[in-house]
């Protein structure tokens, strides 16, 4: 059983921001997949199904992006999720716009979503899909990360949420290291 979590913040406002990319990846997933987020339990709205002939998990948390884990560590205890079948996809500031990454494990880098999921789920060794979204020096952090794109940039990172989607079919159906060796390098 894979559990895939798609990081962003609940409620309309927040709703095309660039910090909900995860949302944004997840949902595309899930419709490419005929899945609906039909229940909302442990702090997320949830939809399952089967991909690839693999139980698929997919989650939306509603704690807000910095207490992603809170809400992540429930799903992992209840359902036992082994570290490699999490995958989180989230958006990164530190990546030029639309530019998508896979990595196996690691450290959290910059995002504190990615920091309280490690926290609360004490390691490091999933995979996570990360989206770039870029970052202007001349906007404050905080504000840049909530506000939308522009028409040219949702173009961009529309393109990248579909590529979202083929990456989760790729790990689900070989694995990460194929994804990574697939689609890692891709503009």
Known sequence: MYLIAGLGNPGRKFEHTRHNTGYMCVDEFAARHEIGFDKSVMKALMGEGFVHGEKIIILKPQTYMNLSGECISEFVNYYKIEPHKLIVIYDDVDFPLGTVKIRKSGSAGTHNGMKNIIEHIKTTDFPRV???????ADIELYNYVLSA????????????????????????????DKAMNMFNGIK
């Not at 990360?130 to 202007?136: F, L, T, W, Y």
């Open 149 to 176: 794109f522009s028409k040219d940039e949702a173009v961009l990172i529309e393109k990248s949420i579909k590529r979202v989607s083929d990456i989760l079919d790729e790990i689900i159906q070989n694995g990460v």
């Open 130 to 136: 990360r989206v770039g979204i870029g970052c202007e």
